[in-house]
């Protein structure tokens, strides 16, 4: 299975930015003081410079549906572990990042709306995580293990 997902604006983003603008050009055009118009200045360019860049969904490509990115760091030690884990019962694993260590890392995608989590094992090979697993789809009352 492959699965590509691609970073989106989510409505909170949208909201948030759109906030800011809004509140900053309105400072601008109250009659106040100047330092109250440079504020507003400041707050609409802060506004206009998160609505560009701001993205904190991800779409996936087929589908269209919109995920929630969870990143949990494990050491290289558990890469059996992690994978045998993947593949049957995620429940049989403790997910809970232990301090030590950052040479596997595990993406989970959420889809509260569909009830679905994806998830792959990526490999630290210096100066880049590489995959080292398939796609695993679970149901999310099945990956809540994971999630935590």
């Not at 409505?11 to 504020?39: E, M, R, Y």
């Not at 206009?48 to 990143?71: D, F, H, Q, V």
């Given at each position: 299975?492959?699965?590509?997902f691609?970073?989106?604006?989510?409505?909170?983003?949208?909201?948030i930015?759109?906030?800011?603008?809004?509140?900053g050009?309105?400072l601008?055009?109250?009659?106040?003081?100047?330092?109250?118009?440079?504020?507003?200045t400041?707050?609409?360019?802060?506004?206009i410079?998160?609505?560009?860049?701001?993205?904190s969904?991800?779409?996936e490509?087929?589908?269209?549906?919109r995920?929630?990115?969870?990143?949990?760091?494990?050491?290289?030690?558990?890469k059996?572990?992690?994978?045998?884990?993947l593949?049957?019962?995620?429940?049989?694993?403790?997910?809970?990042?232990?301090?030590?260590?950052?040479?596997?890392?595990?993406?989970?995608?959420?889809?509260?709306?569909?009830?679905?989590?994806?998830?792959?094992?990526?490999e630290?090979?210096?100066?880049?995580?590489?995959?080292?697993?398939e796609?695993?789809?679970?149901?999310?009352?099945?990956?809540?293990?994971?999630?935590?």
């Amino acid at each position: 299975m492959t699965m590509e997902f691609i970073r989106v604006r989510s409505t909170g983003d949208i909201i948030i930015s759109s906030l800011l603008t809004f509140g900053g050009i309105a400072l601008v055009f109250l009659p106040s003081s100047i330092s109250v118009n440079i504020l507003g200045t400041m707050v609409a360019v802060i506004g206009i410079i998160l609505m560009m860049t701001m993205k904190s969904e991800y779409k996936e490509c087929i589908s269209g549906l919109r995920y929630r990115k969870l990143i949990k760091y494990f050491p290289a030690s558990k890469k059996a572990d992690i994978l045998s884990a993947l593949k049957g019962d995620p429940s049989k694993f403790v997910w809970k990042e232990p301090r030590t260590g950052n040479g596997l890392m595990l993406e989970i995608y959420v889809c509260k709306s569909e009830k679905t989590v994806f998830a792959r094992l990526l490999e630290y090979i210096p100066y880049n995580y590489e995959q080292c697993s398939e796609w695993f789809s679970y149901r999310l009352n099945i990956a809540t293990p994971l999630l935590k």
